[in-house]
């Protein structure tokens, strides 16, 4: 089978997307089938190219196996609504210029959020190719979640390019069950299958030496270590953090690390230099090859969001990860996250921006060891059990064999 699977982001950029259609991409390849990615130059947080890449018009190379063909994009930080739009239209107008270009497929797959990046896939769809579009993110009804744009013009011709996706899209593939009844709404008859996030466990395998490394690198050895690592954006209501260290600063054997890049980065470690928090060290997005050692170093790993209804339907990728090197986490995400993590046994759950809440949990499982080794052994064996990236790319595999015979 062909598989032509159309992404904003892919490796080398480290973020959710990137890493879940590289993994799923690299299975379906080693099961035999011919797999190309379409994509940009890689720029993500900062707009910034990534070395070794130039933002040509067209330009190839091979990574694991896999064909990936980067097409021009305006590049933009991952910040400003004008600015991350016109990038995101620029990829689907480089994607229509190309298209008679792109190699022979026998089923389409391309994911959103973006939406225009979604909206790609419609244009390659023919009778006899399906086009599979996947949901990673409710676009653009997170924008008005976090309030990077109010309703308006703008987001009623977003949500007309939604409906019209789903309408005449061959299969929709939720990343969550809690998205199901929004693309219902707009779907009525028509099939979704639910994938959710998962983890490489080829990659993500304990490492004590890279994690004491560093430890030591960083000055973080003898210390409880707390970690957030991700996406420093509006979502999620990072403020929590800081007050969090403000109540911890008496505890000098407990320090906060934060990892990562975003549109709330800089004005996160504004008030962090404002206030004199020692207790925070922040480091800048990290390749993914460093991802074991970050979370081997780490004791308990932050997963948090902010208080809307709209979060209550995500799950974070971040916490497959930290479960898979078995470290526990404090969850500030209600709905279908906690679910997952009460299922797995798998941390603490506190209530999203409750920094009172956040530091209590930290000293807790500071000062009790045992605690955190049971929870996440508890979290590594239940992670293994339902969400191996492998397994998920099969299942993937499965839905296209389904829509192509």
């Known amino acids: 089978m062909r598989i032509l699977a159309l992404s904003h982001y892919y490796p080398p950029e480290v973020n959710a997307p990137a890493s879940r259609l590289s993994e799923h991409a690299r299975v379906w390849r080693e099961a035999g089938h011919d797999v190309t990615v379409v994509t940009c130059a890689p720029n993500h947080p900062a707009g910034k190219l990534y070395p070794g890449y130039r933002n040509r018009l067209w330009q190839e190379e091979t990574i694991d196996g896999i064909r990936v063909i980067r097409l021009w994009t305006w590049l933009a930080a991952n910040e400003g609504f004008l600015p991350r739009i016109i990038n995101y239209v620029s990829y689907l107008l480089s994607v229509l210029m190309w298209m008679w270009r792109l190699p022979k497929a026998d089923v389409v797959m391309s994911t959103s959020p973006q939406f225009f990046c979604g909206l790609a896939g419609w244009f390659l769809k023919r009778r006899t190719r399906p086009w599979v579009l996947e949901i990673r993110d409710l676009w653009p009804e997170s924008i008005v979640t976090v309030g990077a744009m109010k309703r308006g013009f703008a987001i009623r011709l977003l949500e007309r390019i939604e409906a019209f996706a789903y309408a005449h899209t061959d299969l929709v593939v939720s990343v969550t069950d ?228």
């Open 178 to 405: 809690g998205f199901v009844p929004h693309i219902r709404a707009r779907r009525p008859s028509e099939p979704i299958a639910v994938i959710k996030n998962g983890v490489d466990l080829s990659h993500f395998a304990a490492d004590p030496n890279a994690a004491d490394a560093f430890r030591a690198e960083h000055g973080l050895t003898g210390k409880f270590v707390a970690s957030y690592v991700g996406t420093h954006g509006m979502a999620h209501g990072l403020d929590t953090v800081i007050a969090a260290a403000e109540r911890l600063a008496h505890r000098h054997d407990i320090a906060i690390l934060m990892v990562g890049g975003g549109s709330d980065r800089e004005r996160i470690r504004a008030i962090r230099d404002q206030r004199g928090l020692t207790n925070i060290l922040m480091l800048d997005q990290l390749p993914k090859a460093m991802m074991p050692a970050v979370w081997g170093a780490s004791d308990v790993a932050l997963v948090l969001l902010k208080r809307v209804d709209t979060f209550e339907t995500v799950i974070p990728s971040k916490m497959f990860e930290a479960m898979a090197l078995g470290v526990p986490m404090i969850l500030g995400v209600e709905g279908e996250a906690k679910a997952l993590m009460d299922a797995g046994r798998a941390g603490i759950a506190i209530t999203p921006e409750d920094d009172g809440e956040l530091a209590a949990a930290i000293e807790r499982l500071a000062d009790d060891r045992a605690l955190g080794q049971a929870i996440g052994a508890s979290a590594r064996a239940y992670v293994r059990g339902h969400f191996d990236r492998e397994a998920l790319a099969r299942a993937y595999l499965a839905e296209f064999e389904k829509l192509v015979a």
